[in-house]
């Protein structure tokens, strides 16, 4: 989009946030760079350049505006929409792949090469996989400079920094102020309260609007006792993270999610705050999604009666597959059921002072060595257990956020005992595929029967067609005309 010049400019004019993160504006005068709901006055025209990324801008020499931090602005959505190199590759910087394993980790998980893969970011975006790593590197120390106490050393290698010089430097470059200057800027009074335990507590932004209800609603209602809950108004659950483990929480409020976050190791701060917002699909382009959906008269009365629906995703693309699998042909209750008694006999045990979480979700190498006999379910939904664990351990199929979406589903409906149904869903929900759609899903075919819509799945996905590439959106706004739990939001 920041190739548009006209477009982008009546964005700044009109301080339309609606645009935050799908490109950022530099000012050639000032050599400062905004994003495009910046409050101050705009710019002429002919001082403004504009670029895809932030990493871009602090390239060409500008540095991050003080008054609108475009640091903490959303996402951009492409990454979640496309399913290309380039939005594979974000995904997975986002991750916190190239701190972990460099670029050239980067690279085998795509199956590129390193030039092939800075020459693809660098012509798309601007900058090559470092600059967006240390991007993500300077935004993440800002985080932590000004919501922690922590000594600044401290902050450097949470951050990712090889160095406290190398921090030091970038945040001067990025922010034109030293560390200490920075943390100075917020008050004391100003910053929250600590919560217990020494967790960390920050809001994650998104694109208004944004409904909780079927979003917080589907959580809590699957939630697997020991690895989440829902307390206090909030959505609570384990992570399982490269350097150790984590509980966070969520709780929904009008203008941003608040989030708490307790880790075992403070690196693994930046690839939290990745599966959180992917989690609730909070860098989504609701305006772009319901627009498409309205158009349609018989969803229309649907999404202008609860706009901003989201796709309530996963933080382990893993664990939700084998819930999938535990969840065939069985309710609610039942696969909760059977994930728990999983947990409890194979997971690894957390503590939690501060409610009711347990443990953390078995690994994939753990629920490889289960043996089948101990599961109470069907012999044919045992095999399908144990083929997709087996396959999981051994890495023949990947469900991670650099999988090729069309080519994981193909892999899983290969498998025995994997319908359209159960691949959809996990390309719904674990592959994050925007456009998957359940067309055999009673819930739906019986939505699509009470509206007017074709009911069997055939002719339903013909008419679904005029809905993509959102179809996935669309599945949440029919499931939303039952009356489950799932699309209410606890109390």
């Not at 012509?123 to 090559?128: C, I, K, N, Q």
């Not at 406290?164 to 990025?174: A, I, L, S």
């Not at 999610?257 to 705050?273: K, M, S, Y």
């Amino acid at each position: 989009m920041h190739t548009d010049t006209e477009r982008c400019v009546r964005a700044v004019q009109s301080k339309d946030a609606r645009f935050d993160g799908w490109f950022f504006t530099a000012v050639l005068t000032t050599r400062i760079y905004c994003r495009p709901s910046c409050p101050v006055v705009p710019p002429k025209p002919a001082n403004m350049t504009f670029y895809p990324s932030a990493a871009a801008c602090q390239q060409a020499g500008f540095r991050a505006c003080k008054r609108c931090r475009p640091d903490t602005s959303p996402g951009s959505p492409e990454w979640n929409q496309r399913a290309d190199l380039t939005a594979r590759a974000m995904r997975l910087i986002a991750d916190g792949v190239v701190d972990r394993e460099g670029v050239p980790g980067l690279a085998a998980r795509l199956g590129y090469s390193t030039r092939q893969i800075e020459r693809q970011l660098l012509a798309e975006l601007g900058a090559g996989p470092l600059a967006l790593a240390r991007a993500q590197r300077a935004q993440t120390a800002r985080l932590l400079i000004e919501t922690t106490s922590l000594p600044m050393a401290d902050v450097a290698f949470a951050a990712g920094f090889s160095s406290v010089r190398t921090f030091n430097d970038t945040v001067r470059e990025v922010f034109a102020l030293a560390p200490g200057e920075l943390r100075a800027r917020r008050a004391p009074r100003d910053r929250p309260a600590g919560p217990p335990g020494g967790a960390l507590t920050l809001r994650l932004p998104f694109r208004a609007p944004l409904n909780p209800d079927n979003l917080f609603g589907h959580l809590a209602a699957t939630a697997v006792p020991g690895v989440e809950e829902w307390r206090a108004g909030a959505y609570r659950r384990t992570l399982r993270l490269p350097h150790g483990h984590g509980v966070v929480t969520l709780t929904p409020t009008p203008d941003h999610i608040a989030c708490r976050l307790t880790l075992t190791d403070l690196r693994d701060l930046t690839v939290a705050i990745s599966r959180c917002r992917r989690l609730l699909d909070l860098d989504a382009d609701p305006t772009a999604v319901d627009d498409r959906l309205r158009a349609d008269p018989l969803l229309a009365p649907l999404v202008d009666k609860a706009p901003g629906r989201r796709v309530p995703r996963t933080v382990d693309e893993a664990e939700f597959a084998v819930r999938a699998v535990l969840g065939q042909q069985v309710s609610t209750a039942a696969a909760r059921t059977h994930a728990a008694r999983l947990v409890t006999a194979h997971g690894d045990p957390v503590d939690d002072p501060e409610g009711g979480l347990t443990h953390l979700f078995p690994s994939t190498p753990a629920l490889a060595e289960v043996d089948p006999d101990t599961l109470a379910m069907p012999r044919t939904r045992r095999a399908t257990f144990t083929t997709l664990v087996r396959h999981l351990a051994a890495g023949s199929l990947g469900l991670g956020v650099e999988a090729d979406r069309a080519e994981a589903r193909a892999r899983l409906l290969a498998l025995p005992g994997f319908g359209p149904w159960t691949a959809d869903v996990i390309a719904m929900r674990a592959l994050g595929d925007p456009d998957a759609f359940l067309p055999t899903d009673l819930g739906i075919r019986r939505a699509a029967r009470d509206l007017g819509l074709p009911s069997t799945p055939a002719a339903l996905t013909a008419r679904a067609a005029a809905w993509r590439p959102w179809r996935a959106y669309a599945v949440q706004y029919l499931w939303a005309t039952d009356s489950h739990p799932i699309n209410f939001l606890p109390v």
